[in-house]
């Protein structure tokens, strides 16, 4: 008993005393005012000063915060016509002003420069364009944030030099992970671009998730690709390829131990010989992937894929196809997903054609028929852009929720344009969704707009969906459904601000895949107007949302 007593003290001894309090601030940090008891704590004691500055800076969802660090007086607010404000430098900045800055910005590990994001305090107060120029300028090569370890950023700024600025001020030495959302750059900013990516991963230990989404540039497409090639460790590797990738390229890939989520571009030739590399190699290739996203030309290249990687980790699918399939190939794809090893594992199934199909040409058309190999599955997300009509009930609506409890984004042909008919599935009908499906964070689906199922029940001041709603689903996308009656617009929102009532954003097809480019006629146009009820329909919503936030607050 003696020893015993003895070892208890030495064990406790052995802890690292930091490293112990970190992990306890951030289970604080975790509960419902985590953040400011510990606030509290850092001003409470010496010894959890650090440790409580740590975890209050290591995840920041803006700059904003460290850039109030500076003087005071080196700063200024100033209001903006729509209501927000920005923050802006108010003189050049000397050596001696960066010090608290520093101080604080060694403490962050992590960051999102991102605006669609759901935080009151940086919707109405944001960082000038100016400052993240001022900043590159003023730091050179040295890191800003010289402890960064993964960010998440997106081309927001609208001013080509300040966003290339602030995407060059995340490439520290130290960074792992990388999420990056670029829309349109010239040829001299993407070469900017290139040129810095070039030199961020010199080191081939250095990363292990790259997700890279832009417009089409074949300057920045070869930088990508030789950053990923030249990484040893990596995890994951995305980017939206418009180059078909040579065997050389796919077979690296493949032999890459530790790569778990990867998007390849192939087509039949190429995926022939892969393929066939593939099988003599077994086990070797691929032996990680868990998320696999390809772009091809049919959906039997896709199978044919499925049909090599066997393993029972597999857990994502994503794929894009130029011909668009016939409703009996779907179907025969969706029943082979049963019988691959991964049946039990697999949660998420996206699948696209970016050519439509034949007008008038029944055999594409996908029915209840064509989806119903699915529900064996247990999905948490589905994605479905087939390039032809996709025809369901309200019954089946209701067999998908119960057969999938852990969806948490269901879109069905929320980019298609070509119905020609009303919808069979009814906003009453969505209500087993938020029924059995709670989680649900996105949807999207063509809808009958009647309101005559909760019609009553609404004009009677009852809740329209019977006290069922989402959690958290922020956005709702309507295809190219119709409001035939401008009367039944605010009753529609009143059914989706009580569905969903963390609304932020309500999509048509137009609003989501944007104008057909000149001359396009592979999209209808003539019913574009269709788009501008439902813009009334969610400034409604979201302000009812908004109403219904505030109650639960002041209930609470």
């Not at 650090?50 to 700059?63: H, K, N, V």
């Not at 796919?250 to 087509?267: D, E, G």
């Not at 146009?525 to 409604?540: D, F, I, L």
Request: charged share 20%.
């Amino acid at each position: 008993m003696a020893d015993s007593g003895l070892a208890a003290p030495t064990m406790h001894r052995c802890l690292r005393v930091p490293e112990l309090l970190t992990h306890i601030f951030q289970m604080i940090q975790a509960e419902p005012g985590g953040s400011a008891t510990i606030a509290v704590l850092a001003r409470t004691a010496k010894c959890f000063h650090d440790a409580a500055l740590d975890t209050l800076w290591q995840t920041q969802a803006s700059l904003v915060p460290l850039v109030k660090c500076l003087p005071e007086d080196s700063l200024t607010e100033t209001r903006e016509d729509d209501g927000m404000r920005k923050l802006s430098l108010s003189r050049e900045l000397a050596p001696e002003d960066w010090t608290r800055f520093k101080v604080y910005a060694e403490r962050i590990r992590a960051i999102r420069l991102d605006p669609y994001q759901y935080s009151s305090y940086f919707a109405i107060l944001k960082l000038a364009g100016s400052v993240y120029v001022t900043f590159k300028k003023c730091i050179g090569n040295a890191p800003l944030l010289p402890n960064l370890r993964s960010f998440q950023w997106s081309q927001v700024l609208n001013n080509e030099s300040e966003d290339v600025a602030s995407l060059l001020l995340m490439l520290n030495p130290k960074v792992s992970s990388m999420d990056v959302v670029l829309s349109t750059l010239s040829d001299d900013a993407a070469r900017e671009v290139a040129t810095a990516l070039s030199n961020f991963g010199e080191n081939p230990a250095q990363l292990r998730n790259i997700r890279i989404i832009s417009t089409p540039s074949a300057i920045l497409e070869e930088a990508v690709l030789a950053l990923g090639l030249r990484q040893k460790h990596l995890q994951e590797f995305h980017y939206k390829w418009q180059k078909q990738m040579t065997f050389e390229t796919v077979s690296h890939l493949s032999s890459m131990n530790n790569l778990q989520q990867v998007s390849i571009r192939a087509n039949r030739e190429i995926s022939r010989e892969v393929l066939k590399w593939g099988k003599e190699r077994g086990g070797h290739f691929f032996p990680s992937l868990q998320l696999l996203a390809l772009t091809t030309d049919s959906l039997d290249i896709c199978e044919a894929w499925l049909s090599t990687i066997r393993h029972k980790g597999l857990n994502s699918i994503t794929f894009t196809v130029d011909n668009p399939p016939t409703a009996n190939a779907l179907r025969d794809f969706f029943t082979k997903l049963n019988d691959h090893p991964a049946h039990d594992s697999l949660r998420k199934i996206r699948f696209s054609s970016s050519t439509p199909s034949p007008r008038g040409n029944g055999q594409h058309v996908v029915t209840e028929d064509t989806l119903s190999p699915l529900l064996r599955l247990d999905l948490s997300v589905l994605k479905l852009e087939p390039g032809a009509h996709i025809e369901i009930t309200d019954d089946f609506v209701a067999r998908m929720a119960r057969a999938w409890p852990r969806l948490r984004m269901l879109e069905l042909n929320a980019e298609w344009r070509r119905y020609a008919f009303a919808p069979s599935v009814t906003l009453a009908g969505l209500i087993p969704l938020a029924q059995h499906c709670p989680d649900v964070g996105a949807l999207a689906l063509a809808i009958n707009t009647d309101v005559s199922a909760f019609q009553a029940a609404y004009e009677d001041g009852h809740r329209p969906t019977g006290g069922h709603s989402f959690r958290q689903c922020h956005m709702f996308g309507v295809g190219p459904s119709a409001i035939t009656r401008e009367a039944d617009q605010l009753m529609i929102a009143g059914f989706l601000s009580d569905l969903c009532p963390d609304l932020v954003s309500l999509q048509s097809a137009w609003t989501r895949a944007g104008p057909p480019a000149e001359g396009d006629t592979t999209l209808d146009q003539e019913n574009e107007e269709m788009s501008e009820p439902w813009k009334q329909v969610e400034k409604y919503a979201r302000e009812m949302a908004r109403v219904r936030r505030q109650e639960r607050m002041w209930m609470e």
